[in-house]
């Protein structure tokens, strides 16, 4: 009898064994499914929320309402300290910041102060934080090829704001194209023609000489829409087995003479040199101007200041213009507008970086990435069609609590789920689609992921001569004598390294 109750007891410790041993093997199975199901949201987390530091650049008049960061704060179980710092004055904060050694865990970088802290990254000042990217899903979703634009040495350091490689294009008077019998333009001869027409013609009508067809601004980013599409590189290309500035090329010349012709027929402010952006749109708000070049999506702002002025302004937007060749190209950014950094001053150990690193693979989640851009639906913005759009009655609270936060976006729609936006302005909506048409006929730039140590100690001197003798061959200042020799002072002052070194690279890659 005590055999069998020994036997008994045996067994019953057994099977306890086995059902505490089946329980945790299905936790533990639960727990991982679990975990599967929610790698694209935000975990619930009950430990102390991670204290993380951020500088960011402000593009709107004030401070924004702190509305948003709550709600983030919220879902990533993060406590957000945020310098704010008026973008015109941003580049000399973020030097301050360093030269005192008072750097958030997080800020922005663009190209020219990622080009002033290369040195910094070099020596180890920064996390690499491309081994830890696939460590996260959302975060391993970035684009490949626009990482590597953002590179030093082949090494990632940031996470970087996509953009759509070519939002180029025109924005033009279709009433006056309409009163004047001209169909969109498909060709640089068809452009041209609209431009003169624009300018002669008295497209709007009033029987005075007060029009031009095309409106332009202190920069060459007109002119050099128009090189691209005469078949000019993007900045550099390749030429006889080196790599070349865009301003050595024959089809950048042919560019240059069509350009100057608009110039000389009146077709275009000659003030265009010291002309401001601001007043360069203002031209085509107040009917001075039929034709401006850009962003395609500044239709919607530039229509409803002109038709506050001229209820009868029509305008449309349009990006297909043939070369001589026959061909469509548009000029590609590097794929993306701004980066963020990580200083290992602040940033003192790994699970600080992981933690970082996770409150951006949250802002990666179409949840995270709707909320930071779009704000709350119902209260800030409502889906049409698949599609947000801000609640107009709304607006003033949109652009105060959600606003400002853009700068915080990582990725782009394609990797982070964002919605599009929903147009009721016919050629807003246009210009969307426009973007990604152009995404068939992009000319890169092969130095983007490239670095000339020349180039970044030289790169506002030797931009400022080429930029001083294409304006004064437009004007007739110089001609093409004039022209080259501003090429050889390019050389000597540096430019014939900065060919050395980009082609060495080039060839390596």
Known sequence: MMWKNHKYGMYAVIWTLLAIILFACSNNENVSIESQNNQDSPKENTDNPQKISMMFNLHVPETPDEHLEELLEEATNTELEIRWVPDNNYAESLNTAIATNNLPDVFLLKDVTLDQQKDAIRDGQYWEIGPYLDEFPNLSKLKEEVLHNTSIDGKIYTLYAGRPLSRQGLIYRKDWADNLGLDTPTNLEELYEMMRAFTEDDPDGNGEDDTIGLTDREILGTFENFATWHGAPNNWGEKDGQLMPQFMFEEYREAMDYFKSLFDNGYINKDAPVTSKTDQQAMLKNGTAGVYIGTMGDVEPMYQDAVAINPDVTLDVHNYIEGPDGEYRTRSIPGYGSMLIFPKATVETEEELKGI????????????????????????????????????????????????????????????????????????????DLYVDNNDYLVHDPTASLESQTWSEKSETLTQIMEDATYQYFLGQIDMDGFEAAIEKWRSEGGAQVIEEYTQQWQNQ
């Open 357 to 432: 690193l996770s409150f951006f693979d949250f802002l990666m989640t179409p949840e995270g990435s709707n909320l930071l851009y779009w704000g709350v639906e119902g209260e800030h913005h409502e889906i049409i069609d698949g599609k947000a759009k801000v609640i107009e009655d709304n607006m003033d609270a949109y652009n105060r609590e959600i606003r400002p936060y853009t700068p915080f976006e990582i990725g782009e729609p394609e990797t982070n789920g964002r919605y599009l936006g929903y147009y009721e302005y016919e050629p807003r909506a246009k210009a969307d």
